[in-house]
């Protein structure tokens, strides 16, 4: 799975690794009353569609106690598109807001919620997370009732990490809920072997790259005003951590 990419193709943002994506056209004109849809790219994530499932059951844990009312969530680094609109189907009280510094990503966000009808979801916007929060779309102070991020801290220098927490420290409402996920480090340590096979190939791609560690994490958190409340296990060595905003 896609925030800033330099203009030497630094990224900060990889909500899904080139390798992982197969381009399909939007060739059902009925899908979509659209041309400019019609013409947009579905890019399609394998490991998205592995991990959906079980990153839905999370949400719905984290958020089955407020869906008599009306949510509104942040995905950072959409990538495909394929989780939020997945999300927005099945949990129809949260409206999500996606997206993505690729222009790629946008448009095949935007073709997944043409293709699925997707109502919940708001048109993508061009988002850095590595940005001071006032550039985040124009997204106000304590707006969003969770932010996500998946497979986003790994593929990003610690520079996105810090936007990250520092920007929901603002976005978040209080109590609202800030989910991460993919491989860690923990206290140093990266385990199992395909972890930390994944840190070194990360960093041969950018030195700025490579798996997060959770204590730095926590503690970016309580310096923005968030705790970490859950480290969930999760299959193929990831995890989700949950962070609330106090």
Not at 30 to 54: D, F, H, N, V, Y
Request: charged share 20%.
């Amino acid at each position: 799975m896609s925030n800033k990419k330099a203009e030497g193709e630094e990224q900060t943002e990889a909500s899904y690794p080139g390798n992982l994506l197969t381009h399909l056209p939007v060739l059902q004109p009925s899908l979509s009353t659209s041309t400019e849809q019609q013409r947009s790219i579905m890019l399609l994530s394998p490991a998205a569609e592995r991990s959906q499932e079980g990153l839905l059951s999370v949400l719905w844990e984290l958020l089955e106690d407020q869906s008599h009312r009306e949510l509104f969530g942040l995905e950072l680094g959409s990538g495909t598109g394929q989780h939020v609109v997945h999300f927005a189907q099945e949990m129809p009280f949260v409206m999500w807001q996606p997206s993505d510094i690729k222009e790629e990503a946008r448009n095949s966000i935007r073709a997944y919620i043409g293709a699925t009808k997707a109502k919940k979801v708001l048109e993508p916007v061009f988002l850095d997370a590595s940005e001071p929060w006032e550039k985040w779309a124009g997204l106000p102070r304590s707006s969003c009732d969770i932010i996500i991020a998946i497979n986003l801290l790994q593929y990003s220098p610690f520079s996105t990490a810090e936007g990250v927490f520092k920007g929901s420290g603002q976005i978040l409402k209080q109590n609202g809920l800030l989910m991460t996920y993919g491989p860690y480090a923990i206290n140093g340590t990266i385990t199992p072997i395909c972890n930390e096979q994944l840190d070194q190939t990360l960093r041969q791609m950018n030195p700025d790259w490579g798996l997060p560690d959770i204590d730095v994490l926590r503690q970016l958190a309580f310096s923005n005003g968030m705790r970490m409340e859950r480290m969930i296990e999760m299959p193929e060595s990831n995890k989700c951590l949950v962070f609330r905003k106090l």
